[in-house]
């Protein structure tokens, strides 16, 4: 159960692609929306997206786009200006699809959750999404109570460098008190494991199909999913010989922090 002495106080969530999969029905589509409304022929299809990608947050990955893949696009004098202008209309039509119920939390998520709030664990999110894409997310999946389960909420612009970088991952363990060995992460991205495992923070994965072949080495545990009793979860890797397992439980979680 303990690491030392540390015990497991606390468990950090990524967003995107961990509590839910966000990416292909609902951030780009949203992306498209705005450029669509702000006349623009930009369209970004699933296969162009997932190579998109790489480049974490909305505005960057706008800001990437006009750089690599459109250079007959003619830059206005007030470039970033355009950039912010789309990136809270693409927040806009986010937040309305995730209001109309377009998303819902991956397999496992919501039964996590809820034990590791029976348990006295705290809960925290650490990711690149804007602060109103999680507030939304979260009231639409978990009910208006949802983002109280959670004792911070890190997100977006609040620390200058997005994910590979561990900024918000020390952001978030400064704000809840604890050290990373405390803690557990969870991502669904090489991106993201880079920035927890930086921050010193064991993690488990779950895989999307966006980001199914990356590299995970450094993870404690990779699976598809979390799991649930009725849909179990295949463990891909696991830094500890472990038999049987078919979804991710806070037994499994703190033999994983103490020993993997
Ligand atoms: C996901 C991201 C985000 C979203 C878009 O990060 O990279 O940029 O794709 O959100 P994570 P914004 O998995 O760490 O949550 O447009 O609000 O940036
Ligand atoms: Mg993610």
Redesign the pocket.
């Known amino acids: 159960m303990t690491r030392g002495k540390t015990r497991l106080q606390a468990l950090i969530f990524?967003?995107?692609?961990?509590l839910a999969d966000t990416e292909r029905d609902g951030h780009r589509v949203a992306f498209n929306r705005a450029f669509a409304e702000a006349g623009l022929d930009w369209q970004w299809d699933p296969a162009l997206y997932g190579r998109l990608l790489a480049v974490t947050g909305g505005k960057e990955r706008i800001r990437h786009y006009v750089e690599h893949y459109r250079p007959d696009f003619r830059k206005p004098h007030h470039f970033d200006e355009l950039v912010a202008q789309l990136h809270a209309a693409k927040t806009r039509h986010y937040t309305a699809m995730l209001r109309e119920g377009a998303v819902r939390l991956r397999p496992g998520v919501g039964r996590l959750l809820e034990e590791a709030r029976s348990r006295g664990l705290k809960l925290a999110i650490a990711?690149?999404t804007t602060p109103d894409n999680v507030m939304a997310l979260l009231a639409a999946t978990l009910g208006p109570q949802g983002a109280a389960w959670f004792a911070e909420i890190g997100a977006g612009d609040v620390v200058p460098a997005k994910?590979p970088a561990p900024d918000i991952y020390h952001y978030v363990l400064a704000r809840l008190g604890l050290p990373a060995a405390a803690c557990l992460a969870f991502?669904?991205?090489e991106?993201?494991l880079r920035a927890a495992r930086t921050a010193g923070l064991k993690t488990v994965v779950t895989v999307n199909d966006y980001?199914r072949d990356q590299n995970y080495r450094g993870a404690v545990i990779v699976l598809d999913h979390f799991g649930e009793p009725d849909y179990p979860a295949h463990v891909l890797a696991c830094a500890l010989p472990l038999n049987g397992v078919e979804h991710v439980d806070l037994t499994l979680l703190e033999r994983l922090h103490a020993d993997a």
Do not use: C
């Open positions: 990524d967003v995107d692609g961990t990711t690149t994910k991502e669904d991205s991106n993201g980001t």
